[in-house]
């Protein structure tokens, strides 16, 4: 039976704008391959971290990978499953309760938004064949009033094409309302929630960040208080930021986004890290996988 490397994240994790669309040149390839491991990688195309927290602690109490999971509907949506992959998985890695050898997770976008739709709110999908569907919406343009850590008005949102348009309204308007210390207080939620999950699963984990310019210049409004609400109001025990980097201390870390740009090496034209620096990641990654095993030992 051969052991995985369990990855989550956003189109940084898929390989976006890779030219291979196999994705054998993305980094979670990359360090697979490196140390014979199956590639499970869980990553989607504009994921917010939301959804990178339900993906990862479903895909691994299940042991089952979400993309090669197919149900028959109409021809309006593109399938995800490749049949000899699927055979090696239910061989290699299903049907068994062995867990993955690392888990890498990339954390998103902090102002990125998971709906779960009923398809009969939209006739034109799947012809009510499915019930519930999730889909993501997130910036296509992204700025913030670093003053008043509200989201520029000038920001627009692009949403899945299953999303029937009052959602993309509704869903635009709240992620447009959703200020920034809200945004980055349910990011750090998720990310807590991953960390303990993986511990009390006894799954070594690395964490990183897709581009942290969108973390670092946040990290002082950990410290705003905040308060909970009601007829009365009292102060909360949200964590300042002291608390919060003694938890998660990549969150000062340097981004994929940034490590590029540092190197110089070529991104794609809408904004993602490409061949030259998917291997530079792996390489980040495979260093830090022998850190871990070398503490153990």
Same mark, same amino acid.
């Not at 360090?31 to 939301?50: C, I, L, P, R, S």
């Not at 519930?132 to 700025?143: L, V």
């Not at 309302?177 to 990310?191: C, G, Q, S």
């Given at each position: 039976? @051969?052991?995985?490397?369990?990855?989550?994240?956003?189109?940084?994790?898929?390989?976006?704008?890779?030219?291979?669309?196999?994705?054998?040149?993305?980094? @979670?390839?990359?360090?697979?391959?490196?140390?014979?491991?199956? *590639?499970?990688?869980?990553?989607?195309?504009?994921?917010?971290?939301?959804?990178?927290?339900?993906?990862?602690?479903? @895909?691994?109490?299940?042991?089952?990978?979400?993309?090669?999971?197919?149900?028959?509907?109409?021809?309006?949506?593109?399938?995800?499953?490749?049949?000899?992959?699927?055979?090696?998985?239910?061989?290699?890695?299903?049907?068994?309760?062995?867990?993955?050898?690392? +888990?890498?997770?990339?954390?998103?976008?902090?102002?990125?938004?998971?709906?779960?739709?009923?398809?009969?709110?939209?006739?034109?999908?799947?012809?009510?064949?499915?019930?519930?569907?999730?889909?993501?919406?997130?910036?296509?343009?992204?700025?913030?009033?670093?003053?008043?850590?509200?989201?520029?008005?000038?920001?627009?949102?692009?949403?899945?094409?299953? @999303?029937?348009?009052?959602?993309?309204?509704?869903?635009?308007?709240?992620?447009?309302?959703?200020?920034?210390?809200?945004?980055?207080?349910?990011?750090?939620?998720?990310?807590? +929630?991953?960390?303990?999950?993986?511990?009390?699963?006894?799954?070594?984990?690395?964490?990183?960040?897709?581009?942290?310019?969108?973390?670092?210049?946040?990290?002082?409004?950990? *410290?705003?208080?905040?308060?909970?609400?009601?007829?009365?109001?009292?102060?909360?025990?949200?964590?300042?930021?002291?608390?919060?980097?003694?938890?998660?201390?990549?969150?000062?870390?340097?981004?994929?986004?940034?490590?590029?740009?540092?190197?110089?090496?070529?991104?794609?034209?809408?904004?993602?890290?490409?061949?030259?620096?998917?291997? +530079?990641? +792996?390489?980040?990654?495979?260093?830090?996988?022998?850190?871990?095993?070398?503490?153990?030992?």
């Amino acid at each position: 039976m @051969s052991d995985a490397l369990f990855t989550n994240g956003c189109s940084f994790v898929v390989g976006h704008e890779l030219k291979d669309l196999t994705r054998i040149d993305r980094f @979670s390839n990359l360090v697979a391959k490196h140390f014979g491991w199956f *590639d499970w990688n869980e990553g989607k195309v504009g994921a917010g971290n939301g959804r990178i927290m339900r993906t990862t602690i479903n @895909s691994i109490l299940q042991n089952n990978v979400y993309y090669f999971r197919k149900k028959d509907v109409p021809g309006q949506v593109e399938t995800y499953e490749n049949v000899k992959i699927r055979k090696w998985f239910d061989r290699e890695i299903g049907q068994r309760d062995r867990k993955p050898k690392v +888990a890498v997770i990339m954390w998103s976008g902090v102002n990125r938004l998971e709906t779960l739709t009923a398809s009969k709110e939209e006739k034109n999908v799947f012809n009510y064949k499915l019930d519930y569907h999730w889909s993501n919406g997130f910036w296509s343009r992204f700025q913030f009033d670093p003053k008043h850590l509200t989201i520029n008005p000038s920001s627009q949102c692009t949403w899945d094409p299953w @999303s029937p348009e009052h959602v993309k309204k509704a869903g635009t308007d709240y992620m447009k309302i959703r200020n920034m210390v809200w945004a980055f207080r349910d990011t750090i939620n998720n990310m807590l +929630a991953v960390k303990y999950f993986l511990e009390a699963q006894e799954i070594p984990q690395l964490h990183y960040l897709f581009c942290g310019g969108q973390y670092k210049p946040l990290l002082h409004i950990l *410290d705003i208080p905040t308060f909970e609400a009601s007829n009365i109001w009292w102060e909360a025990l949200d964590l300042n930021k002291e608390q919060v980097l003694k938890e998660l201390p990549f969150l000062e870390s340097e981004g994929f986004l940034e490590m590029t740009e540092r190197l110089q090496l070529p991104i794609g034209e809408r904004g993602h890290p490409l061949e030259e620096a998917h291997e +530079a990641m +792996a390489t980040r990654i495979i260093k830090d996988i022998n850190g871990i095993y070398k503490e153990n030992n």
